[in-house]
């Protein structure tokens, strides 16, 4: 049992940064913003999945998708899908010429819902879709890449193509996906209105609990010898593989692991954002997806959650105050961020920490945990924008 | 224990049967045709000047380079037809020219992580350090001389040490064939010897392929040579015959 906290926790300080991180998603945002910012957060959220998954096959493993959308994309339209069909009964499609299929396929001539969507009228199957479509293809990727030793860059210009691949396809079949609109006009979850603020809180609590649990089963694979051996991989892959190991399946399973949480984020997107559409499948957002891990610290789970809000709130202050700066803002983060951080938040934290903790043990002042500690929650208080800087860079371990 | 030259005596199959082994690349042929074979308990040397073929063959055994044509025969596994980590597990071990280990691990995980359990995805994830881990690594430690640095982080080993930490590994894997590729290179004279010993102690019960360069120490370790020129062999036998043959002191070892 004792075992098990070590191994899944981190012990005591993993336990502490997961505190911090978890008083701040589940109380102090909660509590200090209004439903509209906290749905937005509750987006940033969903991106943040994909930036856990980026730091497991990334970081540990030393496997850069640039195709991260893929999956996120598959996710939230697999959920977008069940809610399409809800929002598309008989009567509130009354007026279309097929009435009781979405919309844009009657705008399509489509006069019979495509078998692909029939599934889709199940939750437990779309539950299912959610996860299996995604990490199935992740499987087929990985198998074909890895079993031939396709690595570094290739695989990343592979992962790259197919992501402008899915998003052409996704665009071009307009009567089967809502084409480049996507899926839109999404109102209830099993009769449930989910674009009521109250459902809006409920789904921002859903997504930064299961958030949460995907930190912990990462952090599960990154203690087993599993993480170990991702990370030999990454430095001296014949060496792990002349001692018996076959290095493609352990990528294929920690590819597939980011897919799926991508996946999830994927789906708590649609839900609470209330459409899916090809703008968060293709190259664009797949390498905006890299950043948010690369800013929070590509080694560091908890890192990544704050490097996507991070660069979240950034680019929401920025687009709105000056809408074209901000790709080239965005750019010149990543460069510094690379050039200068190469561990991102987490490492200056690592850092800073460490400098602060040499510090007051120089001054011999009471012992150096405690203020740390109390530094770090009242920073976590402050969770206006300014504050945003100073919580991550306080908590980002 | 008899360092005595088994291999020559031995009557029972060879553990390790290379066949008309050729290898070419884009026609150059790196291996032309080689027969080799390696008795168990035997300490096999392979020397050769430069571009002989020599790491080529280790690559060959144990599946890095697939072969042109030929066979190699281990036990009773054909090992041109299978994967890296297939031979490993049949019982193949192989070192690097180059000290290749975990810089940023212990010696103790560095020895761990080659501890055949847990090779598979799922063993990996719920693999557990259980007491038969620990005296296992404890005991492969002592024998490689690193029993005092089993938490030293592996970058902080000398030279010397980081070859002996990759060997160690190796044992780990408690392979029948050893195949080591300059075991010796950057050792200090002290350390030279007690690889030596080493080797004598390991090769019981298995069978081991050294490439080396270091006369000295090739005579020391030694149960019978093969000199390899042009991905051929050019003589065989006791280091006394190979070193009094004229084609060796001719292409290698000089008048």
């Known amino acids: ?397 | 224990m008899s360092n005595a030259p088994i291999g020559f005596a031995s009557t029972d199959h060879p553990v390790l049967a290379i066949e008309d082994l050729t290898v070419s690349f884009d026609g150059f042929k790196a291996v032309d045709g080689l027969n080799l074979y390696v008795q168990r308990n035997e300490v096999r040397v392979v020397i050769g000047p430069n571009g002989a073929g020599k790491t080529t063959v280790l690559d060959l055994i144990c599946g890095k380079t697939s072969a042109t044509s030929g066979s190699i025969r281990f036990n009773n596994h054909e090992l041109t037809k299978m994967s890296e980590h297939a031979i490993v597990r049949v019982g193949v071990g192989r070192k690097f020219q180059t000290p290749s280990i975990y810089e940023n691990l212990s010696v103790f995980e560095n020895l761990e992580m080659s501890f055949p359990r847990g090779r598979k995805v799922l063993g990996a994830l719920l693999f557990k350090r259980s007491p038969d881990v620990v005296e296992r690594v404890e005991t492969v430690a002592a024998e490689i001389f690193l029993r005092e640095h089993l938490y030293t982080q592996a970058d902080l080993l000398s030279h010397g040490q980081k070859q002996w930490l990759e060997i160690g590994m190796l044992l780990m894997q408690e392979p029948e064939l050893l195949m080591l590729d300059e075991p010796v290179a950057g050792m200090s004279v002290s350390e030279r010897e007690k690889t030596a010993q080493l080797l004598g102690r390991i090769s019981v019960g298995r069978s081991v392929v050294v490439i080396e360069h270091d006369m000295e120490f090739v005579k020391s370790i030694a149960h019978k040579v093969t000199v390899l020129h042009q991905g051929k062999i050019l003589a065989e036998g006791s280091m006394e015959t190979v070193q009094n043959d004229p084609r060796v002191i001719d292409v290698y070892l000089g008048h």
């Open chain 1, 1 to 397: 049992m004792n075992a098990a906290y070590e191994k899944i926790v981190g012990g005591k300080s993993g336990l502490t940064g997961l505190l911090v991180l978890a008083v701040l998603l589940l109380l102090v945002f909660p509590l200090s913003l209004d439903i509209f910012r906290l749905n937005l957060v509750g987006k940033y959220l969903a991106y943040a999945f994909v930036a856990v998954g980026l730091v497991l096959c990334w970081g540990y493993g030393g496997i850069l998708s640039l195709g991260q959308g893929v999956f996120f994309g598959l996710g939230g339209y697999c959920m977008a899908m069940f809610l399409k069909l809800e929002a598309s009964d008989p009567i509130s499609t009354k007026i279309q010429s097929t009435p009781g299929i979405p919309d844009f396929m009657d705008w399509n001539q489509i006069t019979e819902l495509p078998a692909m969507w029939q599934p889709f009228h199940s939750f437990s199957f779309t539950l299912l879709a959610v996860l299996a479509v995604p990490v199935l293809l992740a499987l087929v990727i990985g198998l074909a890449m890895f079993k031939r030793r396709v690595g570094d860059v290739y695989f990343s210009i592979v992962t790259q193509a197919i992501s402008a691949i899915l998003s052409i396809l996704i665009i071009g079949q307009q009567g089967l996906t809502g084409g480049v609109n996507g899926i839109t006009d999404l109102k209830t979850l099993m009769g449930w209105d989910i674009r009521t603020d109250s459902a809006k809180l409920i789904l921002y609590f859903l997504s930064a609990g299961l958030l949460i649990l995907c930190i912990l089963l990462g952090r599960f694979i990154l203690t087993s010898k599993l993480g170990r051996l991702l990370m030999a991989m990454r430095d001296k892959e014949e060496r792990v593989r002349f001692s018996g190991y076959d290095v493609a399946s352990f990528k294929i399973f920690v590819f597939c692991i980011a897919a799926m949480f991508a996946a999830i984020g994927g789906a708590m997107f649609t839900l609470q954002v209330g459409f899916m559409s090809p703008s968060f499948v293709g190259i664009v957002p797949s390498i905006e997806m890299v950043i948010y891990a690369a800013v929070g610290g590509r080694m560091s789970l908890l890192g990544a959650v704050y490097g996507t809000l991070l660069v979240n709130f950034g680019k929401s202050y920025f687009s709105e105050t000056f809408p074209e700066l901000w790709l080239f803002l965005m750019g010149g983060l990543f460069i510094a961020v690379v050039m200068y951080f190469p561990n991102g938040l987490a490492g200056v934290y690592d850092k800073q920490s460490k400098r602060l903790l040499a510090w007051l043990g120089s001054r011999k002042s009471a012992t150096a945990a405690a203020p740390n500690v109390i530094a770090e929650k009242t920073a976590a208080e402050k969770s206006d924008k300014s504050g945003i800087d100073i919580i991550n860079l306080e908590a980002s371990k």
